[in-house]
């Protein structure tokens, strides 16, 4: 099987899709001096971005992963979140402290996404 | 496509469906002042009644991610999780320390379940 | 529905599907002595041999999530990861820095495959 992939690259995908259901890489913010607002903006913004790529929407998004550096954050995560996320469709979601790749870097999101015709 | 969605609240649902796969939220306990075993069979009791609530058994549970907030507990945690997993459908599993989101909070899991019949 | 296991075991499988859908259990390093370098060819070589007994190939595993227990081995990691990637297939990937389960254990990895044929 051959299997579609968004945005190949050298290291990674950003999404690799089986049948219906495409699974992401983590996103991540691009402003590292950001505080937690603002980095959760970019992450929940890229993550909108290749769900629009994905020819999805916000209400096809099945499951987040968040990953935060501090869980002292927790919070401010939550305010941007619950300001983003579709009221009637929102997504299974888990939260957890996990080191990221940068320093600087507070929150990164994994998620599976509904794509709307099987191919 | 509209996604079945289970438990849907204003931050997430309990568990979201993309065709006969549902992805689960973190499951976690409600005693935060509870010991890991005791805290292991709340989340272990809360993940059997959602699979219940999605009409599936424990025997379709693919896969379950353990997040502990001290690996110290990974044995407590086991001790608990091998009286309870079916012998003979154990799912995949992988288990790792991440900081929780309460103080208190010891164990979370998140599992990927299949349900009887696609819709 | 009766799902398809590979290698169950008393505690966890390690792999169960859903239809064409692998979830994979955590894969772990054998020499907990080793270097991240070692580290990361042991884990990759079992994933390779678990995607072989799934009948799959490299070019189908779909996602994984990169558990370091020190992200200071991100390069590392990476150096091992980029020599053993498919450049015409990536995965989607996430890495984080997780607490692992045993002493000495630097690398975990828990990928999501494609199977050629539903079942």
Known sequence: MSLKRLTPGPRMSQAVCIGNVAFLAGQVPD???????????????????????????????????????????????????????SRDAP???????VALARPGMRVEMIAVVALPDES
Chains 1, 2, 3 share one sequence.
Not at 45 to 63: F, N, P, Q, R
Not at 91 to 97: D, E, L, Q, V, Y
């Open 31 to 85: 402003d590292l001096a950001a505080d937690i607002t603002e980095q959760t903006r970019q992450v929940l913004g890229k993550l909108d971005k290749v769900v629009e790529e994905l020819g999805a929407t916000k209400a096809d998004i099945a499951s987040v992963q968040v990953w935060l550096s501090d869980m002292a954050d927790f919070q401010g995560m939550n305010a941007v979140w619950d300001e983003w996320v």
């Open 91 to 97: 997504p299974a979601r888990a939260t957890g402290g």
